[in-house]
């Protein structure tokens, strides 16, 4: 339908957007007690990171499951997770107003979810990745950036990780392998005609 | 993740969804005059067979463009729709607390939406299309539909035009070239043990 | 692997393919008779089509199903469809040595091969479509590339149709709806240099 | 078109298919040096493994990257590599004349390819994969395969590396997270009904 067109050509920001993946979550699976100190840890580094990106004008996109929830929609989903014992792993870095969102029904933030159309709409060939789980969905998704040849930048302290060796083999894979840029959350430069 | 998998094998309803296409809508693009009439025809029939898939417990899943709002879910997108001149045309088929919802980018309902996904998890392998346009995102979506191995079946009654020769074409095209069962709405046949 | 990565940047002629759908064919299927009139007529222009892209340095991808012959090569399927009594539909529009070939399991020519990989790769945004089935495989494909944001041009007499009133429909469909320019293949440009 | 129909539910060997991937090489990119003694270990285990699939009727696939030769088949890729200096390195495990052949353009073997049409045509839900690279193509196949709910089996002395923590990462990645059996070439078993 006409009406559904939009251009492919307009750009927004400067071609980087910065991915929160997985984030909305109530920490009920068996890898929860694992997991949650590393979310701990990478709380403040990824909050830094979206605020700076919210200042800069830099797109902000939560990817995440819904769990199966295919009747809820995502503030459904917001809400419940607020509402969680681990209500204190949200609340930092909620989605605000301007926050772009894509639900995803399996691993990778690419498989089978309209991201890949957002992000060439919108002009975007670079992305950040940021959230969890470092050796599952941020792996899996830097492979799909990476096939689609997409520039992809992780940062290694704000993302969270179930074991430690496997998160550490999977930053080395993304940097060779990938072509991804490893660095410091801090040091993520978001725009590039700054 | 652990907590992400689904059981794939899990069975709902008898294997038939019945799929609403673009009907949570403004009408506010260029061809709404030509496509109004057209869908004041199909709504009483398509309300009819809607009504008949909640009682019998078939899937309803509502697909539907997101006309580029990725900030807004889609129970927002239902109340700016029935905030429009044009609400007298959404409120007869309105989503219930049971309907499922998935969002599309672009014409078919498969290109770049978890649909496929959602459909083979429910074991899901036949769909009953309704809603418009037939001779754009309907037509689109049986193609998809069929080269996935879906069959198909499309109410010729519940369906909305812009071009009624156009229209007649594609309901020939997919009878003849993907295999659709055409047939009056009221004649669906939506639960295989019935 | 670093081995496998080519210059996605790297541009081939000027941006126009031309795509050959489903030429390499034994006409053995049972919509054969009705088919084989019109592809008698669409081959002169076509190959004229054929001869001025080899001319111009526009690239010419022959895109064809394998008929389900996973073991053989194109050229074998080639040798085979050279060999049967309808030859003389082949030997016209045959690949030279420079032709591109993409093998396609399904309708259309991107459902699931490395097609839409191979136009970005080489800086290819535009599609000319010539071939058979009009109002089938070219119709799909010609969706499939609007889908894609490709821009679509289809030489009428240049493709082949089983049902001449559906294949004025399908290019109806593709002129109005996907946005094809819809021209007699002589005055197909193919160099936008020119 | 009709002809291009095949039957969907046809059932071959019992469901599982072994895949060979990227070893028809010429071992010219800059890892080879690393890749290409680990290589040598591989291929007696590998070799006894399609020899054993041939003998019990499994399907063998052979997924190979094209290296961007779009006008060649597989055949002169292969004859190319047959007259490399490392010809010792494909000779063991060429194709023979049951062969299926699957060329990919990008790192994974899904990856825009027929393979997932393939193997559901077949009714292969389980693959059993070897070849090349352990922490790459193999790791983001068995993840594709995985995301897709097809069954994973990864010999882990008929794959090669090149780096070997990252190979050892890899593995116990595709063990944990992606339900993959992990075990020696001699232990897979082929034939589920045995």
């Keep these: 339908m006409n009406g559904q067109e939009r251009d492919v050509h ?3 920001g400067d071609g980087t957007a910065l991915i ?6 109530a920490y009920e699976h068996r890898d929860a007690a694992e997991l949650i100190p590393s979310v701990r840890r990478a709380l403040p580094p990824m909050r830094r990171l979206i605020d700076r990106a919210r200042d800069e004008g830099t797109p902000v996109i939560y990817v995440n499951d819904n769990f199966g929830r295919w009747r809820s929609h995502h503030d459904e989903i917001l809400d419940t ?3 969680s014992p681990h209500a204190e792993l949200v609340e930092p870095i909620r989605p605000d107003a301007e ?5 995803k ?3 990778s933030i690419f498989y089978q979810t309209p991201l890949e159309y957002l992000l060439f709409q919108r002009g975007i060939r670079r992305v950040v990745l940021c959230g969890q789980v470092t050796e599952q969905c941020v792996l899996y998704s830097a492979l799909d950036a990476h096939i689609r040849h997409l520039e992809v930048c992780v940062p290694w302290d704000a993302v969270a990780h179930i074991h430690e060796d496997l998160a550490d083999a999977a930053l080395r894979m993304m940097s060779r392998n990938m072509s991804a ?5 801090d040091e993520v430069v978001l725009k590039s005609g700054g």
């Design 181 to 185: 840029e490893v660095c410091g959350a």
């Design 99 to 103: 926050s772009l969102f894509v639900v």
């Design 10 to 12: 307009g750009q927004e």
């Design 20 to 25: 929160v993946i997985d984030m909305i979550n």
């Design 81 to 83: 997770v607020l509402q």
């Design 105 to 107: 029904a399996r691993h």
